[in-house]
T-cell receptor, first 111, second 112 residues
Framework: NAGVMQNPRHLVRRRGQEARLRCSPMKGHSHVYWYRQLPEEGLKFMVYLQKENIIDESGMPKERFSAEFPKEGPSILRIQQVVRGDSAAYFC?????????FGPGTRLTVT | AQSVAQPEDQVNVAEGNPLTVKCTYSVSGNPYLFWYVQYPNRGLQFLLKYITGDNLVKGSYGFEAEFNKSQTSFHLKKPSALVSDSALYFCAVYYGNNRLAFGKGNQVVVIP
């Protein structure tokens, strides 16, 4: 049983470009979570999704960030018009209930 | 509101010595508690969890954690640390609707 998959593992974008981060949950898991990790700041919750629904987006910045988990295909975290402050590691996790399993992360660098 | 505190930024320990990483929590109702470990450039890996039952929980790689309700703590322990245990450790608490709140993490450095 494959674990949580994320791609790309590394992503470089220039300021103003769009970043798309993909997450495929573990087989059978219907809950997906996105987190952002910055040095010295720990792991910050961004959004929690189930298939075709956003359950909790209280950690998402109000502008430029969006997330989806369509009926078919991976979950997507989209960052429009990236700025240098968006540079971070973004982790996806999936679960059946409350025990979360994490992917390897996408390291976004904005130049 | 739910929260997790990991008071120390970094824990240094000599190889072979006991390792303790501290965690205190605040949550409504009965706590479900977790420890995860993160190695450099990797995602978080599940170590152990407390849901109910024995206050001493055993997990992966020789780690264990002790739940203390009166002190609202869930400290992670290992009797004899290895250099390979050097990593970032996160404590987390479940707060309903399939969500976890994480502490800021503790860097553990095991000195050979």
């Amino acid at each position: 049983n494959a674990g949580v998959m994320q791609n790309p593992r590394h992503l470089v974008r220039r300021r103003g470009q769009e970043a798309r981060l993909r997450c495929s949950p573990m087989k059978g898991h219907s809950h997906v979570y996105w987190y952002r990790q910055l040095p010295e700041e720990g792991l910050k919750f961004m959004v929690y999704l189930q298939k075709e629904n956003i359950i909790d987006e209280s950690g998402m910045p109000k502008e430029r960030f969006s997330a989806e988990f369509p009926k078919e295909g991976p979950s997507i975290l989209r960052i429009q018009q990236v700025v240098r402050g968006d540079s971070a590691a973004y982790f996806c996790a999936s679960s059946l209930s409350f025990e979360q399993y994490f992917g390897p992360g996408t390291r976004l660098t904005v130049t | 509101a739910q929260s997790v505190a990991q008071p120390e930024d970094q824990v240094n320990v000599a190889e072979g010595n006991p390792l303790t990483v501290k965690c205190t929590y605040s949550v409504s109702g009965n706590p479900y508690l977790f420890w995860y470990v993160q190695y450099p450039n990797r995602g978080l890996q599940f170590l152990l969890k407390y849901i109910t039952g024995d206050n001493l929980v055993k997990g992966s790689y020789g780690f264990e954690a002790e739940f203390n309700k009166s002190q609202t703590s869930f400290h992670l322990k290992k009797p004899s640390a290895l250099v390979s245990d050097s990593a970032l450790y996160f404590c987390a608490v479940y707060y309903g609707n399939n969500r976890l709140a994480f502490g800021k993490g503790n860097q553990v450095v095991v000195i050979p």
